[in-house]
């Protein structure tokens, strides 16, 4: 930055002339005017300066660096050679950055105060619990005192009375004494030392009395103590019993007889126990001891306790039942949906599942544990068996899922869905274009549309919910799954083409779903369009249109010109109204997939129709075999929305996977069942294909025994979307034929991937992708292995290199072409040849190097080659019609007068499908 005067600076920062100037003397700068200038590094010593005026200090932190460097060596086998050595350096470095004096200061405090806290905590806890302890000390030492003084003066009492009545039994003789003699020294010595002997034996009785008093409070205490142990101890086991008892009242294995009895030895086991601690503490015993026992030993007396009980309670069931037999066999009521396997119906009549495998080859049915089976067959191995089989949905699942998310609510209006179909190229996409005034055919590879495409218009009169279908041959699910999921069908035929074989389809889906019929004749506009003709076409398939005294509207359009446009909406407006569609707006949303692919960026996206309810963002979404939570939806202009409600089209994210085309989808609340729907579709798809698969096996096992095996063009198929994929399958599996046939190894949504060209070279398999494309590591595994990888975006092309593919692995027909026949009028004997016929030639040409046949009365007796052929001794390369000639059969001499030798050629002609 330039140098700036400090008039200029002031203004920048906000402040005075007067206040920047003072701040500039104190920060050690030289003194300067109001037009001094201002370089850089003033400006720097200036800001350094405030910083630390205000408690900033954002010094440069001390910074230590180490590293540290270790040096290994590797061996690596190679084949055919000495051990590789490989030299391993590892370089570590860890950086360590002094932390800022203020910091360091606010971390010691903080340190500090947490202990000095802590140590203060600890002091108050302790000085608490000494004042506690010596609370009670205290309490007990005086209340000890009280019963030792007690116990003291009554001993002194005692003591003293039997002192007093030795005293009186002392004086009487010696007062007997006194009135006959002079005392006795000794017998005065006597007495004394017997009054000092009764002191102590007092002083010694009361001490023990004392003693004997402390020891009885104490063992008074310790009685207190056992006997609230023993309480709680015959509570826990007494609770036990009972729980014990209601156990084998519970059991299947027991019968009702049994539980009186159960009881009854269980409540003697329970005396028998306390009777035998009762005994224990009479013998002295201590069950609690000083301090109690602990849990673990409390347990184990506990478990010693029951060992009676369980010892009884089996000896007794044994004693009862030991000697019995069931009196009849246990009959089980067997629930079968459509498909049930083997393992799953052993498991639910209680029998081994080679039991049931014995009864299915008894009624000729070769099966495995694995395999599934059906309703009827599995009614009839239960019927077999002895069981009751009953009948169940399969859905009953999914039913009860979709009862519990029923709409309940009135019903409103909704935009009509309307769904057009066609044969290919007659305009569908563009007649919908000037509708939604788009270009959306402009998109379309090849001009043709090859998934299904869903929009929604406003027009003055409403919203029209338009489903764009495909018109080629192969995509002939996706227009199925249309016609079940609109309202309407909009039949577009061209003027100039007429009623095409993808059109008397369409008539045939609209029929079957029960959806009624709008006929568009497009391409009007032409100078051969010929509505009449298509009128005449339409009726011969029962569509009378209402000029003609029928029930279908016609109306006459152009998608280039926009001729009828407007007659065409008012048309579906019209029968929307008469059909009066409603749905309820509020609660779960209910609808079908239309579509699905993966995005390689964002993760499965799924376009979904919604039929009822509102689908909002946050939603958890049942669609199919996957679920998940709604984490984007956007509108088929790629514009992000919130919500979505009846007929309205929206893609989101959030599966885990891409659904299948045509699967329904809710919104659950219950994560847990929406996992268990989730799970239980899962395995009826794994049954049906594992049946599908096994029938298939046993069909061709028989079929192919004796025939040579049929080629196959192994394929790995990736698409964009799931119904170009279904499509696809379903157009090359109808490829097959005796001879070759076609197998889809794998396919799948997405990018070609390295596992894909992995599998393709495991299984000698071409790659090909529809609208996508083989990512990096694909590709360079691609190149190293030479795998083919061929990429399209006209499904028609895909097949028609496919077909290419499987003609050249058909064996070439082999075609024969009679040239010549000439008969036999002489044999002649030749020393060389051996028999040498005299022919004449009665049709064609004969040929010396071609293959020969001899027929006697037309049939065939040799086959083989001519060794000779000859005209006047001159050797022939090839004889006409009309003339005469001598053969020789190269090995065969038995030619006779009549015979007729045939020359024919063989060629190898390639097969096309």
Same mark, same amino acid.
């Given at each position: ?21 003072? #701040? ?30 205000? *408690? ?23 084949? !055919? ?91 009487? @003789? ?85 539980? @009186?009895? $159960? ?28 301090? !109690? ?12 306790? +029951? ?22 066999? #246990? ?27 014995? &009864? ?39 039913? $009860? ?14 935009? @009509? ?9 007659? !305009? ?184 009822? *309810? ?50 329904? +989808?809710?919104? &659950? ?32 096992? +028989? ?41 889809? &190894? ?81 044999? +002649? ?49 090839? &004889? ?26 063989? #060629? ?6």
């Amino acid at each position: 930055m330039a140098e700036i005067t400090v008039k200029q600076l002031a203004q920048v920062v906000n402040r005075s002339v007067e206040t920047l100037l003072t #701040q500039m003397s104190e920060a050690g700068l030289k003194a300067r005017s109001a037009d001094g200038l201002v370089s850089d590094a003033e400006k720097q010593q200036l800001l350094a300066f405030l910083k630390r005026s205000h *408690g900033d200090t954002n010094e440069e932190r001390q910074q230590i660096t180490l590293k540290s460097k270790t040096k290994t060596t590797l061996k690596t086998p190679v084949s !055919g050679g000495k051990p590789k050595t490989v030299s391993v350096e590892v370089r570590k470095t860890r950086t360590f950055v002094k932390p800022a004096d203020n910091e360091l200061n606010q971390a010691l405090a903080r340190k500090a105060a947490e202990e000095t806290a802590r140590k203060a905590a600890a002091e108050e806890a302790a000085e608490a619990a000494r004042k506690a302890a010596e609370e009670a000390a205290a309490e007990a030492e005086r209340r000890a005192a009280e019963e030792a003084e007690e116990v003291a003066r009554q001993a002194a009492e005692e003591a003293r009375k039997s002192l007093q009545a030795d005293q009186s039994s002392t004086a009487t @003789p010696v007062a007997k004494e006194k009135k006959l003699a002079m005392p006795k020294p000794s017998v005065v010595l006597k007495a004394d030392k017997k009054e000092e002997t009764a002191e102590e034996k007092a002083k010694r009785e009361a001490e023990a009395v004392k003693q004997k008093a402390a020891e009885e409070a104490r063992r008074k205490q310790e009685e207190v103590v056992r006997k609230q142990a023993e309480e709680k101890a015959r509570q826990r086991t007494l609770e036990q019993a009972r729980r014990i008892a209601d156990d084998l009242a519970n059991r299947r294995d027991v019968q009702e007889e049994d539980v @009186p009895l $159960a009881k009854g030895l269980v409540g003697k086991a329970y005396e028998d126990s306390f009777a035998r601690e009762d005994r224990e503490i009479r013998r002295g015993g201590n069950t609690s001891g000083r301090g !109690g026992k602990s849990k673990g030993g409390r347990k184990r007396e506990e478990e010693q306790n +029951f060992k009676p009980v369980s010892r009884a309670l089996s000896s007794a069931l044994s004693k009862k039942h030991g000697f019995e037999k069931p009196v009849e066999k #246990q009959v089980y009521e067997v629930a079968i949906g459509d498909y049930i396997t083997v393992a799953d119906l052993a498991q639910k009549m209680a029998v081994k599942a080679k039991e049931v495998i014995k &009864v299915l080859m008894k009624m000729g049915e070769m099966v495995t544990q694995n395999q599934a089976i059906d309703q009827s067959t599995a009614a009839l191995v239960v019927e077999e068996m002895g069981h009751i089989s009953k009948y169940v949905s399969s859905t009953a699942v999914e039913d $009860a899922l979709k009862d519990e998310m029923a709409h309940e609510g009135d019903g409103v209006t909704r935009p @009509p869905v309307v769904t057009i179909m066609g044969h290919v190229d007659h !305009g569908k996409t563009s007649l919908l274009d000037y509708i939604r005034r788009a270009k959306v055919a402009a998109g379309e590879a090849g001009g043709i549309t090859q998934h299904i495409g869903a929009y929604h218009v406003t027009t003055p009169r409403g919203v029209i919910t338009f489903l764009d279908t495909p018109g080629h041959a192969a995509f002939t699910a996706m227009r199925a799954r249309g016609a079940k999921a609109t309202d309407i069908v909009i039949l577009v035929v061209a003027a100039d083409d007429g009623v095409m074989p993808q059109t008397a389809e369409a008539i045939d889906h609209a029929r079957a779903a029960g959806v009624p019929l709008i006929v568009a004749i497009n391409k009007m506009d032409k100078p051969s369009a010929d509505p009449d003709r298509v009128l005449n076409e339409l009726s011969v398939k029962q569509v009378v249109p209402e000029e003609w005294g029928g029930d279908t509207q016609v109306v006459k359009v152009s998608a280039h010109s926009g001729q009828g446009i407007d007659d065409l909406l008012e048309a579906i407006l019209n029968q929307a109204e008469l059909l009066e569609l409603t749905a309820v707006e509020s609660g779960s949303a209910q609808g079908i997939v239309i579509e699905a692919r993966v995005d390689k960026g964002r993760g499965a996206v799924a376009s979904l129709l919604v039929q009822r *309810g509102t689908l909002n963002t946050g939603d958890l979404v049942l669609a199919g075999q996957y679920y998940g939570r709604v984490r984007a939806m956007t509108d088929e202009n790629g514009q992000p929305t919130k919500s979505a409600g009846p007929s309205i089209p929206v893609e989101i994210l959030g599966l885990p996977e891409a659904p299948n085309a045509g699967d329904e +989808f809710m919104v &659950v609340d219950d994560e847990r069942k929406a996992r268990e729907v989730a799970e239980f579709r899962a395995t009826k798809e794994r049954q049906n294909r594992l049946a599908r698969q096994q029938g298939t096996k046993l069909e061709n096992l +028989f079929a192919n025994i004796g025939k040579q095996e049929a080629a196959t063009v192994n394929i790995i198929l990736k698409a964009d979307v799931r119904g170009s994929l279904e499509a696809i399958t379903q157009a090359l599996n109808d490829l097959s034929t005796d001879d070759v046939r076609v197998s889809i &190894v794998s396919s799948g949504v997405g990018a070609i991937t390295e596992s894909d060209v992995t599998l393709a070279e495991s299984t000698n398999a071409a790659i090909l992708g529809f609208n996508v494309r083989a990512d990096n590591a694909a590709k360079q595994k691609c190149q190293q292995d030479e795998i083919d990888v061929r990429y399209y975006s006209i499904i028609y092309e895909m097949i028609d290199d496919v077909k290419a593919a499987m003609s050249g692995l058909l064996t070439p027909e082999r075609r024969e072409t009679i040239l010549g026949v000439a008969q036999v009028r002489e044999v +002649f004997r030749s020393s060389r040849f051996g028999a040498a016929a005299g022919c004449m030639v009665l049709e064609g040409t004969v040929y010396r190097h071609k293959p020969i046949r001899v027929l006697r009365d037309e049939v065939v007796v040799f086959q083989g080659e001519l060794e000779s052929l000859r005209r006047f001794k001159d050797d022939m390369q090839e &004889v006409r019609h009309g003339m005469e000639c001598g053969m020789a059969v190269k090995g065969y001499n038995d030619i006779r007068t009549g015979d007729k030798i045939e020359v024919y050629d063989v #060629q190898h002609v390639k097969r096309t499908l």
